[in-house]
């Protein structure tokens, strides 16, 4: 299982990316012929980096927890990946349904905060885990 976790981290890595160069440069490009407001931009933007920053975190977590048992890192990094889904994924369609037609897509708003909920889950594991670890040096 948590080798699935490095290829996953990979396209997530990959992905963020090729999202980040998509709306610094064609998103940007659709923003100047007034397709795609500032504030649209900004949040394809956020969704980009949280994703790139949470994927570090995530190829963090697999090396750590590599060789060991850690129960609460493995958990964490299955957060990392459901709130990347969820939050990135979520801003990213919402950012840019005027653009693809998708203007039903409105139903997603309550995603993006969950999302970022369950990021946040993927830290606190991290917390419960160096109490166990703080337990077993005690």
């Known amino acids: 299982m948590k080798n699935y976790i490095l290829g996953i981290t990979g396209f997530l890595g ?3 990316v090729a999202l980040g160069a998509f709306g610094a440069h064609t998103l940007k490009a659709k ?3 007034g397709l795609i ?3 649209q931009l900004n949040g394809f933007d956020t969704a980009a980096k949280y994703q790139l920053f949470h994927t570090i975190a995530l190829a ?3 090396f750590a927890a590599k060789d060991k048992n850690f129960r609460w890192l493995n958990i964490g990094a299955w957060f990392f990946i459901a709130g990347i ?3 990135s994924g979520s801003l990213y369609l ?7 037609g998708m203007e039903f897509l409105t139903f997603l708003g309550p995603v993006t905060p969950f999302g970022g909920l369950v990021l946040m889950g993927g830290w606190i594991c991290l917390i419960v885990q160096s109490f166990k670890f703080a337990k077993k040096t005690n």
């Open 37 to 39: 407001t500032p504030d």
């Open 31 to 33: 923003m100047q012929m």
């Open 60 to 62: 963090a977590l697999f």
């Open 85 to 87: 889904l969820l939050f």
């Open 94 to 100: 919402l950012t840019t349904r005027s653009l693809t």
């Open 14 to 16: 990959a992905s963020g």
